[in-house]
């Protein structure tokens, strides 16, 4: 084999990669298993504030040492494989940045008719359209005020020197735009800061680009309504005086004689407000905050330097001497412990009314993690300025051409503005945003205008930042959430162990199966398939991907997909064997043969998980980053791995001790004559009457859509007890509900009730949360008698709770809907094009796409049907995210067919073209069966062990599989052959005689040579 040193140190590299992540990770669960020992009281419930107290308090610690490296927890995070929200619960959100209420921001909150018409009716258009909001309002005020200039509405104070009354239309709209933009932006980087400051590990905050959205998740969150305030709270931008520090010496001093009583008074008697510890799991006193402060004592009274120098005060053990700069510079690792003494009791006493501390918000250099606690001046506790005087602020160049900030105010506050830098020429004024200091120039003069400018050692980002940052006060741009899914940890652990119990049991099928039918063959592809299931995770972990419930599906997806690659390359071997063939010759003409086939089947199943993930949002977009590894890791180890190993097996030639078969396969699917394209208008006919079927169960019981595709709230609800869904619907819908359509069904087990409401679904503000969830609530508690309560995993008698919710606005939703119907879209054009490009004849391309769409209204109908019995699943994105793979296996069956169709014709021409395509199907329905089969089985494990969240999911999958494999015997290939008999078989003689010319021409040249 030929390049067989290269496939060994390409393997050995990976492996040693996957190993390093995947041990890192092993090592992270131990020190969060201690975390929930520490946290977990007598009767065993944990109390998740000290959970995350205990890791916060080790956050910048180091806690593993590799030859020599030191980690931290927090860099261990960073490489660790992530688990999605519904693997370890927490909390996603969607936020929207609404151009309505910046809009009318603008417009100094006109009052005029046609513009308050023209945003509602932009509004409503928005529901059905993909245009931006600016556009659909734009088009309305034309429609509504032909000739109407939103010059008059726009041109007032706010937009002075940026829109006057000669402004075209086009231009206002221009800034609009741009301020929209900015905006969101803006709303992005606040965000992104209070994220980051909210005390959970591993969150994730992108902007979803195109749209006015963010999201958010956020692992381990166990309070929502925490959540939702600080994410939809208005920011708060002031300006503040800044003391130097020799103003402060005097209140230092005390501050630092006060700690060192409180630290004398430790060594005999535990402080209480000093009591938190750094390191819990340790249990040593000398890792308490008190033994800390105490062993800085100790070197401050053997420091005479230090002792002497006035100001110096308690935090000189942890200050940094940071490039010499004046200032208090703390490292990161240490801002926990400065926030615990200033908060101390005794030592808040001490700090006067006109003193108070503030951190900056991030490091004063790239890669540096020293942080500077600013002393403010708090006189009354109120900002002497505050943001809403800001009238614009934008990137410029300061007098030596570098980034700078110019800001503009209004009357009210260039008045104030000229008094306070007045005040403070040679000193600093801080910049704070959310109470954290974004910057705090120096002010050079007294600044009489308003027009300021801010300069310093700025990056073009950091200034356009710091621009978009000091107008967060000047334009009203609220967030709303539009989407939110809030996972309890109890749901999170059960689907933990669902989907690891579908991984080992499908692999545990699927390596038995192998073994029992191909012998040591097969014990070659249990080897690739364990190496395949090894790199998917370790890559999910280099790549910093989340592994998700439907990450592991595509997971449980790949080791029966998988298993394809070499059941072509061992039927192949097993023809060539049959024939009569060497063994050593058999191999290399098996892998030859069957290289093209896997080829163009990845790479169509690729092409889906490509949409998938540009047009998926949240766990769509999960399932295809698994995927897409797993068919990238599969395809290297079942056709380079295995050559490998196949190449060691038979070192001793054809005489080497290596079988394809078993007793038990031996006679199995051999010498199959079946004619199949005589059966092809009776599978017609078969396939419309389904259709037919499944369209007349749409019309009567309709499919039941997911919150994803209709908007509105749904309730994970976990009782004491069993309770009837039928009932509980019916409790429901007679009370609050009874306006508003409301679902309820059985969710993993009896006792566990998943409720969807519409109601209020156009509504998307807080307090309609808040007012359906009380809603909900008392309505359960009416029908039922329990107490409601919150927070409770698991509920007492005559109790009940909610461990898990889910709201999707009715705007996401239809966006969903929209985004679904191109993925879908997208999906036939790019595997019409690529079986186009591959096999040159539009037939195929034809024949395999109406096989495609054959098969998605196939499993829409199967969908429809079955609710006339009673059952129905939810369709969702999930949904679609299966039935996208379903097209991708089922256009992996078909290509296979038509690869050896080709193959065929190339050999023997157009003589027979009914015969030639019969041969085709039969010489490969033991791979069609085989691979069909194994898939099966492992969706199968899925069906039964996946929960609740992956039964409609698995049942579309299994619909998908069978359907597939029927549509590329009787639908694909036939249709190809009744499209075009005659154009197809001419083309096929001409390729065969062409064909025929290259051999020959081959055969003479080698005959020069010789």
């Not at 726009?154 to 231009?171: P, Q, R, V, W």
């Not at 505050?386 to 260039?414: K, Y």
């Not at 109406?850 to 829409?860: K, P």
Request: proline share 2%; aromatic share 8%; charged share 20%.
């Amino acid at each position: 084999m030929k390049n067989k040193n290269t496939i060994v140190f390409l393997t050995v590299i990976i492996t040693m990669l996957c190993l390093y992540y995947l041990s890192i990770t092993f090592y992270s669960r131990g020190i969060q298993a201690d975390a929930i020992e520490y946290s977990t009281d007598e009767n065993g419930v944990i109390d998740q504030t000290k959970k995350q107290a205990y890791l916060d308090s080790i956050w910048m610690e180091p806690v593993l040492n590799i030859l020599g490296a030191e980690f931290t927890y927090k860099e261990i995070k960073d490489i660790e494989l992530n688990l999605g929200l519904d693997l370890q619960g927490g909390m996603h959100v969607t936020l929207e940045v609404s151009p309505v209420e910046i809009i009318k921001g603008l417009s100094g909150n006109s009052q005029d008719p046609d513009f308050l018409k023209a945003i509602d009716l932009a509004l409503e258009r928005q529901r059905n359209s993909q245009a931006p909001f600016t556009s659909l309002f734009q088009d309305a005020y034309n429609e509504l005020s032909p000739g109407g200039r939103l010059s008059n509405i726009f041109a007032n104070a706010a937009n002075k020197g940026k829109i006057t009354f000669e402004s075209s239309n086009d231009e206002v709209m221009s800034l609009i735009g741009e301020e929209v933009d900015q905006s969101i932006d803006r709303a992005f980087q606040i965000l992104r800061t209070r994220v980051d400051r909210f005390g959970t590990s591993q969150p994730n905050i992108q902007r979803l680009q195109g749209t006015g959205r963010i999201q958010i998740e956020l692992p381990g969150v166990d309070n929502p309504q925490r959540v939702r305030k600080l994410l939809q709270g208005v920011a708060k931008l002031e300006f503040w005086e800044v003391y130097r520090e020799q103003e402060i010496n005097s209140t230092l001093r005390i501050i630092n004689d006060e700690l060192l009583k409180l630290e004398k008074e430790a060594a005999t008697v535990a402080t209480t407000d000093l009591s938190t510890e750094l390191k819990p799991a340790d249990g040593d006193a000398d890792n308490t905050l008190e033994a800390q402060l105490a062993q800085q004592a100790d070197s401050l009274s053997n420091d005479s330097t230090a002792t002497q120098t006035p100001g110096v005060s308690s935090f000189i053990s942890l200050r940094q001497n940071y490039q010499g700069l004046a200032g208090f510079y703390y490292n990161m690792a240490d801002t926990g412990k400065i926030n615990t003494i200033l908060k101390n009791e005794k030592i808040a006493q001490l700090i006067p009314n006109n003193l108070s501390f503030k951190w900056s918000v991030k490091a004063e250099e790239e890669n540096s993690e020293i942080l500077q606690l600013y002393a403010i001046k708090s006189t009354r506790g109120e900002a002497p300025l505050t943001g809403e005087v800001i009238t614009d602020a934008r990137q410029s160049l300061d007098e030596r051409a570098r980034p700078a900030v110019s800001m503009q105010m209004n009357a009210l506050g260039s008045k104030k503005w000229k008094n306070l830098t007045g005040a403070n020429i040679n000193r600093q004024i801080a910049i704070v945003l959310d109470n954290y200091v974004y910057t705090a120039p120096n002010v050079n003069q007294e600044i009489a205008n308003g027009n300021s400018q801010i300069s310093g050692n700025f990056t073009p980002e950091e200034a356009d930042d710091l621009s978009n940052i000091l107008k967060a006060g000047s334009l009203p741009a609220p967030t709303r959430i539009v989407e939110e899914a809030v996972v309890g940890p109890t749901l999170g652990i059960e689907a933990q162990k669902q989907g690891i119990s579908s991984i080992l049991v499908g692999l545990l099928i699927v390596v038995v199966f192998m073994i029992a039918y191909y012998a040591k063959g097969g014990v070659v592809a249990n080897v690739a398939l364990l190496f395949n299931v090894f790199f998917i995770m370790g890559i999910l972990a280099n790549l910093g991907a989340a592994l998700t419930l439907p990450g592991i599906a595509g997971i449980v997806l790949t080791i029966g997909m998988s298993i394809d690659a070499n059941v072509l390359i061992f039927e192949r071997i097993r023809e060539e064997l049959r024939n009569g063939v060497p063994m050593l010759q058999a191999i290399s003409s098996g892998y030859k043969k069957a290289y093209s086939s896997i080829i163009d089947a990845n790479v169509t199943t690729f092409l889906t998980g490509v949409i998938l993930y540009s047009l998926g949002q949240g766990p769509v977009k999960g399932f295809a980053v698994t995927l897409m590894i797993g068919i990238i890791c599969s395809f290297f180890s079942a056709v380079f791995i295995t050559r490998v190993i196949v190449t060691y097996m038979t070192k001793k030639g054809n005489d080497s001790k290596i079988s394809f078969e078993t007793p038990f396969s031996k006679g199995w699917l051999r010498n199959i004559n079946f004619d199949f394209l005589a059966k092809r208008r009776l599978a017609y006919m078969i396939s419309t009457i389904v259709i037919g079927v499944g369209i007349v169960a749409l019309t009567t019981s309709s499919l039941r859509l997911g919150v994803d595709f209709k908007g509105g709230r749904s309730y994970v609800v976990n009782f004491d007890e069993p309770m009837v869904a039928s009932e509980m619907k019916a409790a429901l819908a007679t009370g609050t509900f009874s306006e508003s359509g409301v679902e309820v069904k059985e969710y993993n087990s009896s006792n566990v009730l998943k409720i969807t409401t519409s109601y209020k679904v156009e509504e998307e503000s807080t307090a309609a949360d808040d007012e359906v969830r009380g809603a909900l609530v008392a309505g359960l508690a009416s029908a039922t008698g329990k107490t409601f309560v919150d927070g409770k995993l698991e509920p007492d008698g005559g109790e009940f709770t909610i461990v898990g919710s889910s709201k999707v606005g009715a705007t996401i939703a239809d966006d969903i809907k929209k985004s679904s119907y191109q993925s879908f879209g997208l999906a036939i054009i790019a595997i019409f094009l690529y079986i186009l490009i591959r096999f040159r004849r539009w037939q195929f391309s034809l024949g395999a796409i109406v096989a495609l769409v054959h098969d998605a209204f196939i499993v829409l109908s199967a969908f429809a049907i079955i609710g006339w019995f009673g059952i129905s699943f939810e369709i969702d994105q999930v949904f679609i995210a299966a039935l996208l793979t379903i097209i991708g296996y089922s256009i992996n069956d078909t290509v296979v067919v038509f690869d050896r169709i080709r193959e065929n014709l190339q050999l023997k021409g157009s003589k027979d073209l009914i015969g030639t395509f019969n041969e085709s199907i039969n010489s490969t329905i033991s791979r069609t069966l085989i691979t069909s089969m194994t898939t099966l089985i492992v969706v199968l494990v899925l069906f039964i062990f996946g929960g609740e969240v992956l039964r409609g999911f698995s049942f579309a999958l299994l619909i998908g599989i069978l359907v597939g494999t029927y549509s590329s015997v009787f639908v694909a290939t036939p249709i190809v052959v009744d499209l075009t008999k005659k154009t197809l078989g001419a083309a096929a003689d001409k390729e065969k005689e062409a064909a025929r010319a290259r051999a020959s021409a081959k055969a003479e040249a080698t005959a020069q040579q010789g």
